[in-house]
């Protein structure tokens, strides 16, 4: 069973950081991409950033410059970085384990974490 635990989320005034990690939790011998999404009230999910086991990334337009993930593949953890933030970044955010491997060679696809709330403002 594999569980994605979100922590760092809370209220920031706009312009301040916060910092998110996304720890997976099972047996879990890789992860091939971490990602993270948003969701704002009335609004669909959307993608935040993402980031491979080699390292690539990609960032939504609306947070490039001003997000940077990471990864610790031996944790099996995913950060999220946020500076400069904006009301407009207020949203619950999600991570995201997608194509994992057990130690059984068996593979699994696209888990959710909970959630954790970001709110910016003053």
């Known amino acids: 069973q594999v569980q994605l635990v979100e922590s760092g989320g809370g209220l920031v005034q706009p312009g301040g950081s916060l910092r998110l990690s996304c720890a997976a939790s099972?047996?879990?011998?890789?992860?091939?991409?971490m990602g993270w999404y948003r969701q704002a009230p009335g609004k669909q999910r959307e993608l935040v950033a993402t980031?491979?086991?080699?390292?690539?990334?990609t960032y939504a337009i609306s947070v490039k410059g001003r997000f940077t993930i990471s990864r610790d593949n031996a944790k099996n953890t995913v950060y999220l970085q946020m500076n400069k933030l904006s009301p407009e970044d207020t949203a619950v955010y999600y991570c995201?384990?997608?194509?994992?491997?057990?130690?059984?060679?068996?593979?699994?696809?696209?888990?959710w974490g909970q959630g954790t709330q970001v709110t910016v403002s003053s």
């Open positions: 995201n384990a997608d194509r994992l491997r057990d130690y059984t060679g068996s593979k699994y696809y696209d888990y």
């Open positions: 099972g047996s879990i011998f890789s992860i091939a991409v």
């Open positions: 980031i491979t086991r080699s390292g690539d990334t």
